[in-house]
């Protein structure tokens, strides 16, 4: 099993372009995951889906859309780059809530906006 | 909602010392805990988890954690640390669908 896998690893972009990240599990976990990593501020939850066909916002969701249309596939996109979104992106999933809810997370995607 | 609390952001240590790092949660009358540790360029991955029962919790690597409900505290514990521990580590509440993040603490393991 590849577990949590994520596409691309590095990414340059310039101020304004486009991008997907995409995320994939084999683990057949209803729940899935995006956040951000910055130095001194932790993980921070972006939008996360608790199934197929559904997306919720977490904590830091604007400048970001996510789309859940194969319940193994969890996509982030960028519209439209900011030098704010330079960061590390993480993709984690969980079979459930609760006490299921232990979360596998995927290598990470060291994105820069420049 | 949880909330979750790292007491300290760094902790410097030297190899084959005890260390102790420092967790806090919210009260709330069914919690689940986990401690993460990230290595340098890697993502999460769990160290161990309090569901329910014996509240002294045995992860990988030799790491221990204490569920102390009292305190609301979840500590992570390890008797000897090596190099290769030198890493980030995070505790975790879950918060219905969610997991609430501390801010992480950074071990150091000085030879």
């Known amino acids: 099993n590849a577990g949590v896998t994520q596409t691309p690893k590095f990414r340059v972009l310039k101020t304004g372009q486009s991008m997907t990240l995409l995320c994939a599990q084999d683990?057949?976990?209803?729940?899935m995951y995006w956040y951000r990593q910055d130095p001194g501020m932790g993980l921070r939850l972006i939008h996360y889906s608790v199934g197929e066909g559904t997306t919720a916002k977490g904590e830091v969701p604007d400048g970001y859309n996510v789309s859940r249309l194969k319940k193994q596939n969890f996509l982030l996109g960028l519209e439209s780059a900011a030098p704010s979104q330079t960061s590390v992106y993480f993709c984690?999933?969980?079979?459930?809530?609760?006490?299921?809810?232990?979360?596998?997370f995927g290598p990470g995607t060291r994105l820069t906006v420049l | 909602a949880q909330s979750v609390t790292q007491l300290d952001s760094q902790v410097p240590v030297f190899e084959e010392a005890p260390v102790e790092l420092r967790c806090n949660y919210s009260?709330?009358?069914?919690?689940?805990l986990f401690w993460y540790v990230q290595y340098p360029n890697q993502g999460l991955q769990l160290l161990l988890k309090?569901?329910?029962?014996?509240?002294l919790v045995k992860g990988i690597n030799g790491f221990e954690a204490e569920f102390n409900k009292s305190q609301t505290s979840f500590h992570l514990r390890k008797p000897s640390v090596h190099i290769s521990d030198t890493a980030e580590y995070f505790c975790a509440v879950s918060d219905r669908r969610k997991l609430i993040f501390g801010q992480g603490t950074e071990l150091s393991v000085k030879p």
């Open positions: 984690a999933s969980s079979y459930s809530s609760g006490r299921y809810n232990e979360q596998f």
């Open positions: 009260s709330s009358v069914s919690v689940y």
């Open positions: 309090y569901l329910s029962g014996s509240t």
């Open positions: 683990m057949n976990h209803e729940y």
